[in-house]
């Protein structure tokens, strides 16, 4: 190597390292300045619904692009189901969110099946005839459509019982 290439190598690399100094430095300083701005509280009733959510499902579609969270969310009895179940999907720039009106004790599994169907296998608190409290395992089945690229306004439940119903966003 040339006897004068090393110097100016070592000059070159001084100047990088400092450049990358100077960004390191400037970057932890873009931090600090947003973690010492003013981050406000949500509302009261935002914050009593994150409060009472126990656990967070995702799953999504992903040939079709549909990402989907189940939420279950506690207020009811704990002793007798008290968890309630709430969807949320996903769409291009649509997002909907129902209440689909279950309560269970917890969901199991959670299956995402072709043709815009979820399968939700859950645990439930049932009252047999003699007034005995018994766990019992069902499955519902939730469909939501898509039509024109549009997420539409209602999903249907479905389940293994006689119960049936309709949530509506």
């Known amino acids: 190597m040339h ?4 110097p100016l190598m070592q000059r070159c690399f001084k100047v990088v390292y400092s450049a990358i ?12 300045s947003y973690a010492l701005s003013t981050i406000r509280p949500v509302s009261q009733n935002e914050s009593r619904f994150f409060e009472s959510i126990i656990k967070i499902h995702t799953g999504e579609y992903a040939e079709n692009g549909f990402y989907i969270k189940i939420f279950e969310r506690g207020g009811g009895d704990p002793a007798y189901n008290g968890t309630s179940v709430f969807l949320t999907i996903m769409f291009e720039e649509q997002a909907r969110t129902w209440n689909l009106g279950l309560n269970v004790r917890k969901i199991r599994k959670i299956d995402f099946k072709p043709g815009n169907t979820i399968f939700l296998s859950v645990d439930e608190d049932r009252v047999d005839k003699s007034g005995k409290a018994t766990l019992e395992n069902f499955t519902y089945t939730v469909h939501f459509d898509i039509i024109h690229h549009i997420l539409q306004e209602t999903v249907s439940i479905d389940t293994d019982t006689p119960l049936r119903s309709k949530a509506k966003n």
């Open 3 to 6: 006897r004068n290439s090393l």
């Open 21 to 32: 100094l100077v960004f390191i430095i400037f970057s932890n300083l873009a931090d600090v």
